[in-house]
């Protein structure tokens, strides 16, 4: 790809934190067709260790300002209250209990101080470092969020990566209800990670979203060539929902009504 970032020799390995960087694709197939795609970067942090996080670079901070930064507060109950335990609690509810192992959190990071995020995908491993469950936490525009709980069964996960379906519970595009399907399609993290979600009204696919990042190893050097590459990603990313947004009334579509928020979150699979 032509603006991704290229390191050498880099043997992608569970650090306390590393990038992700590359594409991400919206297409919609119905009732219009509409298609864009734009190059973003992720963290994956290990939010059981993000004391060790904050050391990692000068330009780097978890719960205080920098020019990249974490804040627990993003994310979960968005009190600032412990991730871990809160991700932890989540899975006990759905009858996943893992001992030794550790929870790493794909999203985007806070840029200058600021950060909008769609969507960020909780991977639990055990201490074998075997992929158990993961968490599908979903944003919207209003303020809103949700979290899909999803422990891995049997049959779920192959070589080609990690296969879930639900129900959607939760407004997200003003342009979709809620009545409303989901088809996820995960390639954990290792030399590239991959998210797919395709949405589906009955069994008609309504709209495809990807990302497909190529691992990169966290320093001082990568997160200034990223902060340089991808100026504002956040920003950027905000920005890019609302001119989306226009071009698609644009084409016709219309807003659809939101609402009452649902519990702050569902188990894939109890449906």
Not at 63 to 79: A, I, K, T, W
Not at 195 to 211: E, K, Y
């Amino acid at each position: 790809m032509k603006d991704q970032i290229v390191v050498a020799d880099q043997t992608p390995r569970f650090d306390r934190i590393s990038f992700y960087q590359g594409p991400v694709m919206h297409a919609r197939m119905q009732p219009v067709h509409h298609r864009f795609s734009y190059s973003v970067f992720s963290i994956l942090i290990d939010i059981d260790h993000l004391d060790d996080c904050d050391r990692q670079s000068p330009f780097f901070s978890v719960n205080r300002f920098n020019l990249m930064s974490f804040y627990e507060r993003d994310h979960g109950p968005r009190n600032g209250s412990s991730l871990a335990l809160h991700a932890r609690q989540l899975f006990k509810e759905a009858g996943l209990e893992f001992e030794g192992g550790t929870i790493r959190l794909l999203c985007y990071p806070r840029i200058l101080g600021y950060v909008f995020d769609p969507l960020s995908v909780y991977f639990a491993y055990d201490r074998d470092e075997s992929l158990v469950g993961l968490l599908y936490e979903v944003r919207n525009t209003f303020g809103e969020h949700h979290t899909y709980v999803a422990p891995i069964k049997s049959g779920e996960q192959n070589e080609a990566g990690i296969r879930q379906e639900t129900k959607k519970r939760f407004f997200v595009s003003p342009f979709n209800p809620v009545d409303m399907s989901y088809r996820f399609r995960i390639h954990p993290p290792d030399q590239t990670v991959g998210i797919r979600i395709l949405v589906t009204d009955g069994s008609d696919p309504v709209l495809a979203a990807t990302f497909l990042g190529s691992f990169l190893r966290f320093s001082t050097s990568s997160v200034l060539r990223l902060c340089l590459t991808i100026p504002f990603l956040t920003i950027k990313i905000i920005a890019g929902i609302h001119v989306e947004a226009l071009r698609l009334w644009i084409k016709g579509m219309r807003l659809k009504s939101r609402p009452a928020p649902p519990a702050p979150s569902s188990m894939i699979g109890d449906e």
